[in-house]
Nanobody, 125 residues
Framework: QVQPVESGGGLVQPGGSLRLSCAAS????????MGWFRQTPGKEREFVAG????????YYTDSVKGRFTISRDNAKDTVYLQMDSLKPEDTAVYYC??????????????????WGQGTQVTVSS
């Protein structure tokens, strides 16, 4: 069983930066695409960013393009989400997920089989 474990969340001021990490617990992330999603109370889980197994292809929702960067280190079995120029509307619980390495499903929540517990990101002055 693949178990993603997120870390790095916290409180940051608008315009600040955070880097989230997602490490594999249990089985490796080998062969899986990885994604970051976020959710606020009363709303559906939203795709934020995704990356193919090789790392050659990345995907972003429009609202984070140019501000967030997803990357992975397969030797360390870890995925990262660098978040810059943070805005209050980025406040959410952020989830890491592992799923099928298919460009058609990487931006879709249904393409992921394994989810982490989430880490809270709060952007506030």
């Amino acid at each position: 069983q693949v178990q993603p474990v997120e870390s790095g969340g916290g409180l940051v001021q608008p315009g600040g930066s955070l880097r989230l990490s997602c490490a594999a617990s249990g089985r490796t992330f080998r062969g899986y695409a990885m994604g970051w999603f976020r959710q606020t109370p009363g709303k559906e889980r939203e795709f934020v960013a995704g990356i193919s197994w090789s790392g050659d292809s990345t995907y972003y929702t429009d609202s984070v393009k140019g501000r967030f960067t997803i990357s992975r280190d397969n030797a360390k079995d870890t995925v990262y989400l660098q978040m810059d120029s943070l805005k209050p509307e980025d406040t959410a619980v952020y989830y890491c997920a592992a799923g099928k390495n298919d460009p058609r499903t990487i931006p879709k929540a249904y393409g992921y089989d394994y989810w982490g517990q989430g880490t809270q990101v709060t952007v506030s002055s």
